[in-house]
Nanobody, 115 residues
Framework: QVQLVESGGGLVQPGGSLRLSCAAS????????VSWYRQAPGKERELVAA????????RYADSVKGRFTISRDNAKNTVYLQMNSLKPEDTAVYYC????????WGLGTQVTVSS
């Protein structure tokens, strides 16, 4: 059974940084892509970044290119999202998801960017 646990969110001022973690279990982690999504109040969930199983290919939403970096440590079954130069519009609950089971979602981690 795929399980995903997000952590690392918090309250940060505009221009600040956070690093989110997604700890995965229940499947062969290195064999599958993982993505970060976010959902702001009143908005649909949107893709933020994705990384292939081996970590060799990444992609980003235009809104976060140059500010966010997705990476993974397959030895730790964990994917990270380094978020720099945060903006108020980055405020959302952040979730991770894997191609192993698209139906599996964690509880998410809240990111609030505010002065």
């Amino acid at each position: 059974q795929v399980q995903l646990v997000e952590s690392g969110g918090g309250l940060v001022q505009p221009g600040g940084s956070l690093r989110l973690s997604c700890a995965a279990s229940g499947f062969t982690f290195s064999g599958y892509a993982v993505s970060w999504y976010r959902q702001a109040p009143g908005k649909e969930r949107e893709l933020v970044a994705a990384i292939t199983g081996g970590g060799g290919t990444t992609r980003y939403a235009d809104s976060v290119k140059g500010r966010f970096t997705i990476s993974r440590d397959n030895a730790k079954n964990t994917v990270y999202l380094q978020m720099n130069s945060l903006k108020p519009e980055d405020t959302a609950v952040y979730y991770c998801n894997t191609t192993r089971d698209r139906r599996a979602w964690g509880l998410g981690t809240q990111v609030t960017v505010s002065s």
